[in-house]
């Protein structure tokens, strides 16, 4: 009993001790700053209010806008749908409007007492009161020039006693407080005039309106000559407002004295309004005759249920964003017929083409300021004015100054644009470059150049600042851009060409690292001195097993409790305590990076297994960009290798049906599967599936699969052991070798078995069910992105519970030793991008990797090398290495590599302790989950 409750005790430490690291890892990632970026755009010093917005709900990316999720939702995953659709529903039958009657004129008065509200505290104040209403009124203002979506940036709201000014930026990110009372269904929210209100607070604050009185819909049921509020307070309490206030700047602070006085009057008589017009609804229900168009039980129109069930109906809107014209297309249709209508039809066949072209730049034009607005979070019309799209159109100007000119003279000339902002816009003169090129060019492909532009702005080493509403453009634009930007061209050669463009920039956006791959966790020697950097599952591997002790939460660290061997410092080596940071090592990119294997895995993972175990060393992050140098880079040494040594790449034509023995073997060595016409995967299947329901399927199936895996043995006649062999091809060589524990066989003995299988029963379990888990393995991570700590190429494995508790597996997956460890998570893109491994898993993959590798083989070889790739010529190389000149000469070829690398990529980032001459080789302490005597002993711990 003690000794369970004690470890329960200790159980939930451990827990408690990981959920505190993992809400710190949480806030380091918040935390971390976009780099540094040159300063020529004019945002660099144009400081706006939602740059201090945390929590932004509605970004400016192509993503659909993500509502509210109640926890309690019955579990109905119906994405975007309404989170209080039950509770409005209800209302639209049986509204509740308790509005006290007949207040008094005299409480109308506006006095001098009203509540600005900017402190978390006053808006909890304000709330606590707000509950006990049975019904306010409310009114928001908002921002739109200076801002893509547009924000609230004030939220009037008045009791009978009071009048609040919510100061909606300051408080942006605490508006959630006003969630509930907003939608309580027994508390009446008066708005006039809410459809707009109602997807705004959605938008900012995913405030949702659930009983709502609209005193505009009152006005429409009560058939009032007007519907405007400016009416209705003239009417009902002779106030006269100036509505010219809408249209200033609600971002300013202090708020000038007329706008607050404005802002009051918004929403100060609306609660009188409300209870005048409901009185008049009742009034006209009685006054009605049968003989009116009836409704109620009592065969009379209900008028007030009538004015509420229009209100509530504006609840149920959802706010969603204008994905249309996120093209700019609707706004360049609408320019040109406008323009074309004010010219009247003028069609000579002369004119034709000038007025293609009028029309070309005029979407040019249109779809470039939508992106420029989506970027530097601003209107379209601040960017670039309609005028000023029509005149650059016709004119074409072809230089800086004549675009400023036409843009200056086209705004000038229109009036409502009255110099109520600058001419041409910031945006315009920052960016003249892009307009530049968009207007003179010739341009085949608009789609790369608006890639180009976004770049530019955002992308590495761009020009405009980073932000909450921009940086999300960076990563879906990739798929967007390419289709958005220019529907109209056509020509299967352009489209093909932005397709491998968008497939690129696919593969940037789904295999670039998400997260930060170097947590920069510390770990301290037991007398306090730091041992290294690693990220936090080294951490938890060490707690869990009570081998260590936090001593530090931010950022988190630990102290090991048992004396290391050895220590970084006294080793001369300060490479693993420097800090890594989360960018290119090529470039100091930022914002997308991913792991690359200096050592190729086709040589690594045939070296000895001591040799791999300080891989961190060997493995940084990079860019796209200089991933694609180095790899090239690679790519041609690897050429050079084959060359020096006289070990071809790719090993040919082996497949021929009395050559082969052993479709292992033969895997191993590298199939030309161009010739043998068949993937690995296919012949897997096929073999799997004839092994296990070959007996049950349709004849005509089970002929189809056999010529599958006949095609692989050159069209003979295959057997049993046929099949089975062919089970492990493009099986990697861990899996093979776990496959042969497993099972206590050699594989490679060749027993030939001449039965033709066709007549033979089936039945080979093990083999069946590890097959299948790398199939499974394989799939998942083809279509998942491998979510799996799984790394088909130099350690493949598959993951299962025991796995997780055993120390070769931690060993092959963590990088335990004192580097760095780093999730493995995204590990796949890396060997994915290697032209080269063998790998079960990887052909969902190869057709996005044809438009971005650059290998020398044309891509229809390589897709279907790639399956098998150069690990039997890596194998050959090692092996002769390890002959000729032993691990030494391993250490020394790794240098080459590193050697090429540096040449090809120059890195400036690199951290300081890296170095050509790294040597790979060190000793285990005797906690290292590396020390071979200490795995039994990390199991046997972890089960007391
Ligand atoms: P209101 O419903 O009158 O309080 O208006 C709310 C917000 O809508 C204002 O803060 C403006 O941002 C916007 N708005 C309403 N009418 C106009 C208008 N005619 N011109 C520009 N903005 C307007
Ligand atoms: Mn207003
Ligand atoms: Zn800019």
């Not at 309580?184 to 995913?206: E, M, T, Y």
């Not at 090429?900 to 790294?918: D, M």
Request: net charge negative.
């Amino acid at each position: 009993m003690a000794i369970g409750s004690k470890q329960r005790v200790r159980v939930a430490l451990t827990v408690a001790s990981f959920a505190v690291l993992s809400i710190f890892f949480a806030l380091q990632y918040r935390r971390r700053k976009p780099q540094r970026r040159s300063s020529s755009c004019y945002l660099s010093a144009d400081w706006k209010p939602q740059h201090s917005f945390k929590r932004v709900l509605a970004d400016n990316s192509f993503a659909p806008f993500k509502h509210l999720k109640l926890k309690d939702s019955n579990g109905d995953d119906i994405s975007n749908m309404h989170p209080h659709e039950a509770e409005i529903t209800a209302l639209m039958d049986n509204p509740r409007v308790e509005l006290k009657n007949g207040i008094d004129y005299q409480d109308l008065n506006i006095n001098d007492a009203y509540v600005w509200v900017e402190h978390v505290s006053q808006l909890k104040e304000m709330v606590d009161l707000l509950a006990n209403e049975s019904a306010f009124a409310v009114d928001t203002e908002q921002h739109g020039l200076r801002s893509y979506l547009g924000f609230t940036a004030l939220m009037q709201i008045s009791t009978q006693e009071q009048d609040y000014l919510i100061d909606t930026i300051a408080l942006h990110d605490s508006m959630s407080i006003l969630r509930p009372v907003f939608s309580n269904p027994s508390i009446c929210k008066v708005f006039h005039g809410a459809d707009n209100d109602v997807l705004w607070l959605q938008r900012d604050f995913h405030i949702y309106v659930v009983n709502l009185f609209d005193t505009a819909k009152a006005c429409d049921v009560l058939l009032k000559p007007q519907r405007s509020l400016a009416f209705l307070l003239e009417t009902y309490c002779g106030v006269t407002t100036n509505k010219l206030f809408q249209r200033e700047d609600w971002r300013q602070r202090p708020l000038p004295q007329g706008m607050v006085q404005y802002a009051r009057t918004d929403a100060h008589y609306l609660l009188y309004i409300a209870s005048c017009m409901i009185s008049e609804l009742r009034e006209k229900y009685n006054e009605a005759t049968v003989s009116d168009e009836s409704y109620g039980h009592d065969g009379k129109l209900h008028f007030d249920l009538q004015a509420c069930r229009r209100s509530n109906a504006i609840c149920l809107q959802l706010f969603a964003k204008d994905i249309e014209a996120s093209r700019g297309e609707i706004a360049a249709s609408s320019l040109i017929s406008r323009h074309l209508n004010s010219q009247g039809t003028s069609s000579s066949d002369t004119l034709d083409s000038k007025k293609n072209h009028f029309e070309d730049v005029v979407r040019r034009l249109c779809a470039w300021r939508e992106l420029m607005a989506r970027v530097h979070d601003e209107s379209v019309r601040f960017v670039l004015s309609d005028p000023a799209i029509l005149a650059l159109a016709e004119k074409v100007p072809s230089n800086a100054n004549e675009i400023f000119e036409a843009i200056a003279q086209a705004d000038l000339n229109a009036e409502s644009l009255s110099a109520s902002f600058p001419s041409p816009s910031p945006t315009v003169c920052s960016h003249m470059d892009h307009l530049i090129n968009l207007l003179q060019e010739e341009i085949e492909d608009l789609d790369n150049l608006f890639c180009v532009f976004l770049q530019k702005c955002i992308g590495q080493n761009g020009s405009c600042p980073l932000s909450v509403f921009n940086y999300p453009l960076l990563i879906d634009s990739n798929v967007k851009l390419a289709k958005i930007i220019i529907p109209g061209q056509n020509g299967s050669k352009s489209r093909k060409k932005a397709e491998r463009k968008a497939s690129r920039r696919l593969f940037v956006q789904k295999f670039s690292c998400k997260s930060p791959v170097y947590h920069n966790c510390r770990i301290f020697a037991n007398d306090g001195r730091l041992l290294c950097y690693c990220d936090h599952r080294k951490l938890e591997w060490y707690l869990r097993r009570d081998l260590a002790k936090v001593v530090d939460n931010d950022p988190p660290a630990i102290m090991l409790l048992f004396e290391p061997k050895g220590r970084p410092e006294d080793e001369d080596n300060d490479f693993y305590i420097q800090s890594k940071k989360n960018i290119c090592v090529g470039c100091g990119e930022g914002i997308h990076y991913l792991r690359y294997r200096i050592i190729p895995s086709c040589y690594r993972m045939h070296f000895p297994e001591h040799l791999k175990s300080h891989r961190s060393h060997d493995i940084v992050l990079l860019c796209v960009d200089c991933h694609e140098v180095a790899h090239a880079a690679a790519e041609k040494y690897k050429r050079q290798v084959a060359e020096e040594f006289d070990i071809p790449l790719f090993i040919r034509n082996i497949a021929e049906s009395t050559n082969v023995r052993d479709a292992a073997e033969a895997s191993e060595m590298g199939i030309d599967f161009e010739e043998a016409g068949v993937s690995p995967l296919e012949l897997r299947t096929a073999a799997m599936a004839l092994i296990r329901h070959g007996q049950k399927m349709p004849p005509s199936r089970r002929e189809e699969l056999y010529q599958i895996v006949m095609r692989f043995y050159g069209g003979r006649e295959i057997n049993n052991e046929d099949l089975e062999r062919a089970l492990l091809v493009g099986m990697s060589f861990h899996e093979r070798k776990r496959l042969q524990k497993k099972r206590g066989l050699s594989l490679k003995t060749n027993q030939a078995d001449s039965v033709p299988i066709k007549e033979k029963k089936l039945d080979s379990p093990t083999l069946v069910s590890i097959a299948e888990d790398g199939l499974r393995a394989g799939a998942s991570n083809g279509e998942k992105q491998g979510e799996k700590d799984c790394c088909p190429n130099s350690d493949s494995c598959t993951d299962s519970l025991t796995d997780l508790e055993n120390p070769a597996y931690i060993e092959k997956n963590m990088d335990l030793d004192l580097t760095d460890a780093s999730s493995n998570k995204d590990a796949y893109a890396v060997n994915a991008h290697d032209t080269g491994e063998s790998g079960t898993a990887r052909n969902g993959l190869v057709d996005i990797l044809d438009g971005v590798d650059k290998g020398t083989i044309d891509s229809k070889h390589k897709s279907k090398f790639s399956l098998m790739g150069h690990g039997p010529h890596g194998k050959l190389v090692v092996d002769r290495i390890l002959e000729e000149s032993g691990e030494d000469g391993v250490c020394e070829f790794c240098q080459r590599w590193r050697q090429v690398f540096v040449e090809a990529t120059r890195p400036q980032f690199l951290p300081a302790g890296w170095g050509i001459k790294h040597s790979g080789k060190r000793d285990f302490g005797d906690y290292s989950v590396y020390k071979p005597v200490y795995k039994g002993s990390a199991a046997t711990n972890t089960r007391s």
